[in-house]
């Protein structure tokens, strides 16, 4: 098949190498324009990009859509296929209908669940059992497309949004591998998602945060689980301001915020704690709670901010 590839963070890295393991046309590859990172905000390259030239790929970084001669350029190249994983823009009716078997996204959820920018962040969050990939046709609403393939999987309790991202990665690789064969071999029935169970994963910043020990330990513990490795929960102690990176519920039972315990590091919520494994001061290095209280005066009856 002749495939035009779209993509731009690390998400999609693994399904663009799977299509080049695999021997597919890749005519070119279609990626968000560079951007300012860092404190030094240096030019930076999308993932994506790094991937494709490393393997000789013809890369373009278009805008968006609205200029005719992108449009025109991807008539030229004349797609089978446009695979789409996590490219950030949203693809207007003049693209999405170029290719012979349309546009073929892979979605890191079970749709209609978690459509939007942040699904795996946004299950692990809400503490969901379960969840997984999904390859759809693309239409023109957001997520809102035909369901291709299904594939689910559990989540562990104390799974953080970064390593469930890498599994579900990897996955979305393989099913769109199976999808394409299928899709191909004209075995596929594309399925109308229920709008009706459809919720919206909306994006995640750093206003999210602040740690509340006023919910539940294992709310708190799957806001710390669904944050890292970024935007990473944050608390203060003792004027000590804090990025909180790992954390298991408690049994214990104390007031909400208060240091219960120090060995182990257990600080109290609305219903049972939350023991502290891993903190970073800001500026410093991540370590654990017992090499952070050896070098900081922390007693029980202390209360996070």
């Known amino acids: 098949m002749n495939i035009i590839f779209m993509g731009t963070p690390d998400f999609a890295v693994p399904t663009l190498e799977k299509l080049i393991e695999t021997d597919n046309n890749i005519s070119a590859v279609f990626t968000q324009p560079d951007k300012p990172r860092g404190r030094k905000m240096v030019m930076t390259p999308p993932e994506v990009k790094v991937c494709a030239l490393q393997h000789g790929l013809t890369v373009y970084q278009p805008e968006n859509f609205k200029d005719e001669k992108t449009v025109e350029l991807l008539r030229s190249l004349a797609p089978d296929v446009i695979v789409v994983a996590a490219y950030g823009k949203i693809l207007p009716k003049s693209v999405l209908y170029i290719p012979k078997y349309g546009c073929v996204n892979v979605h890191g959820s079970i749709l209609p669940k978690y459509r939007g920018a942040a699904p795996i962040q946004r299950a692990v969050l809400n503490g969901e059992s379960e969840t997984g990939v999904t390859t759809m046709l693309m239409g023109e609403g957001l997520d809102t497309g035909d369901m291709l393939l299904v594939r689910k999987t559990p989540i562990d309790p104390d799974e953080t949004s970064g390593e469930l991202f890498d599994r579900l990665a990897q996955m979305g690789a393989e099913l769109l591998i199976e999808t394409l064969n299928q899709l191909e071999k004209g075995r596929l029935m594309p399925k109308k998602q229920d709008d009706s169970?459809?919720?919206?994963?909306?994006?995640?910043?750093?206003?999210?945060?602040?740690?509340?020990?006023?919910?539940?330990?294992?709310?708190?513990?799957?806001?710390?689980?669904?944050?890292?490795?970024?935007?990473?929960?944050?608390?203060?102690?003792?004027?000590?301001?804090?990025?909180?990176?790992?954390?298991?519920?408690?049994?214990?039972?104390?007031?909400?915020?208060?240091?219960?315990?120090?060995?182990?590091?257990?600080v109290g919520c609305k219903e049972k704690s939350l023991e502290i494994l891993q903190l970073q001061p800001l500026g410093k290095k991540i370590m654990d709670a017992h090499s952070y209280l050896l070098g900081h005066k922390v007693s029980e009856g202390d209360k996070f901010e």
């Open 197 to 266: 169970q459809a919720t919206y994963a909306k994006m995640i910043d750093k206003s999210m945060c602040p740690l509340n020990f006023q919910q539940t330990a294992q709310q708190a513990h799957n806001q710390v689980r669904g944050l890292h490795p970024w935007p990473v929960a944050t608390a203060e102690l003792n004027g000590v301001k804090l990025k909180i990176h790992r954390t298991k519920v408690s049994d214990l039972e104390g007031n909400p915020g208060q240091v219960l315990s120090l060995n182990p590091f257990v």
